[in-house]
């Protein structure tokens, strides 16, 4: 089936929408940016606080956003799914607002601490959020659409450290408080995404939605089509249909009948629906092997032990200057990653940036045990490794997410995507001190390129490549065996 292509209003209307959801993860930036130059303050006697925090406290203070994370992510799915991606995305950008809120209210050691496990609630949203983006996305830039969170998470982190650099803690706590509420704002401007639409029977509504995202009318053909595309993607039937021929031009056929099927709110729960879709059930294992992977190839502990790193290589560098240095290299290999993942394949990245990854880490191991290189190297070896990590690794897990599922399961699958993205980090970090103290810190770097190397394998056997294709048509690849899907 040709693609139809995408014209420019209908490129920058949808990129438009995906800025302002992305500034949704410039609000997880903040969060996860502000502990690390109010530390200093926080532990001083001069404390802008109650109390000076305790070694404890400082452990909480970086934590507790995992925390609340975590806990929250079981219930995105429900949300979305209830709610609609739209007022789910705005219900979680809440909790940012309510923890700079109770930053700005009080001084009190324990009241901060949890303000920023509440703020942990909304990165829980925000990275579920992804999954609005690819639906109001055309087939042939979801994959950098989706990729943008990625930048607008970096961005966030830029600004962040950027203005604590030159902004006094109240000036800061207010300006991203001001952005947070702003967000939910700007996000209830835009218009709801189609699929959910209708995947709750608001056909009419959905046209709507459609003629906006698509900038076409709204009693166009196009729009006639894209609800006619929904629906098939919604059909019950659909998998075992695609299961029997086996073929993507069976998805060809299949786009062309208008398939009758009732466009209200399913029957089945989102769980009973994943136990009978095979091809969901294959997508899930293969993202969670990939989420997995990717983090343990260690970029989110060097980002930990990174600033003891810079001081050791440039002692007369800053560490804020260091950390905005890092902040920049990250959002400028996620943007490089928007503009490449349409072009080249989600699979073709993750396989050259597992690569180049463990290359990466094998040289840095090796300079962290032997010093064979001057230090400014050991800095130079720290952005190549998260510049080249960032292009690829870091966002593509996320990408495939979004993007892999039928929209019946979309939500629920996310959600348990997820919350496995919070338990492999925090395995990751949990493991990290003891195998350092057990081995040196260069030979765990080795252990890290083996995983960048395992996952570069897995990538080329296993991944099968998604660009520019449809929902029903990546539902194809994960019904065939793994044999055909190699050759895919």
């Keep these: 089936m040709e693609k139809d292509k995408i014209k420019t209003s209908e490129f ?42 305790s070694s404890i406290d400082i452990s909480l203070l970086g934590s507790l956003p995992n925390v609340g994370g975590l806990l929250a992510s079981p219930f995105c799915g ?42 942990g609630v909304g990165i829980a949203g925000q990275n579920v959020s992804l999954i ?25 982190i830029l600004i962040s450290y950027t203005l604590g650099g030159y902004l006094s803690y109240m000036q800061v706590v207010y300006t991203h408080l001001t952005l947070a509420a702003l967000t ?4 209830g401007l835009l218009p709801e995404s189609p699929v959910f639409l209708v995947l709750v029977g608001k056909e009419k509504e959905a046209a709507k939605s459609i003629s906006f995202y698509r900038r076409v009318s709204v009693t166009s053909k196009a729009v006639e089509a894209e609800i006619s595309k ?3 993607q919604l059909d019950p039937r659909l998998e075992k249909m695609l299961e029997a021929e086996n073929d993507v031009e069976m998805t060809d056929m299949l786009m062309e009948k208008k ?28 993202v969670l092997i990939i989420m997995g992977a990717t983090i343990l190839m260690g970029c989110v502990v060097l980002q930990v032990y990174a600033e003891p790193l810079f001081k050791e290589a440039v002692p007369t560098m800053p560490s804020n200057q260091c950390a905005i240095f890092l902040a920049l290299d990250f959002l400028i290999a996620s943007l490089l990653c928007v503009v490449l993942i349409d072009k080249f394949g989600r ?26 290189a001057p230090a400014w190297f050991t800095v130079l070896l720290i952005y190549l490794f998260s ?75 296993c991944v099968p490549e998604t660009k520019g294709l449809s929902a029903d048509e990546i539902q194809v690849l994960f019904l065939k065996n793994r044999r055909q899907s190699i050759h895919k």
């Design 12 to 53: 920058l209307i949808q990129s438009l929408a995906t800025g302002v959801i992305c500034f949704m993860a410039c609000q997880t930036g903040f969060v996860m940016a502000w502990p690390s130059y109010t530390v200093a303050n926080f532990m001083s006697n001069e404390t802008v606080l109650s109390r000076p925090m």
């Design 78 to 119: 429900y949300a979305f799914n209830t709610f609609g991606r739209k007022y789910a995305t705005m219900f979680f950008g809440l909790p940012y607002v309510v923890g700079w809120v109770m930053v700005t209210l009080t001084t009190d050691v324990t009241w901060v601490l949890v303000a920023m496990a509440i703020a």
């Design 132 to 156: 609005y983006i690819s639906e109001i996305a055309h087939d042939s830039i979801r994959g950098g659409l989706t990729a943008c969170s990625a930048s607008g998470f970096f961005l966030g």
């Design 184 to 187: 939910i704002l700007l996000i």
């Design 230 to 232: 929904i629906k098939l």
């Design 259 to 286: 398939l009758e099927i009732e466009a209200a709110q399913p029957s089945e729960s989102a769980w009973s629906s994943f136990k009978k879709s095979k091809s969901s059930r294959r997508a899930l294992i293969t």
């Design 347 to 372: 699979k073709f990245l993750l396989i050259v940036t597992s690569s180049a990854s463990g290359v990466c880490t094998v040289l840095l191991g090796a300079q962290l045990q032997f010093h064979w």
């Design 387 to 461: 510049f080249v990590y960032t292009v690829g690794c870091a966002v593509i897990p996320f990408v495939l997410a979004s993007e892999v599922f039928l929209p019946e399961v979309r939500s629920f699958c996310n959600s348990i995507v997820m919350a496995f993205t919070w338990i492999y980090t925090f395995i990751t970090l949990i493991i990290f001190n003891p195998l350092v103290e057990a081995v040196g810190l260069g030979p765990v770097f080795y252990f890290f390129s083996v995983v960048c190397f395992l996952g570069a394998i897995y990538s080329h056997y």
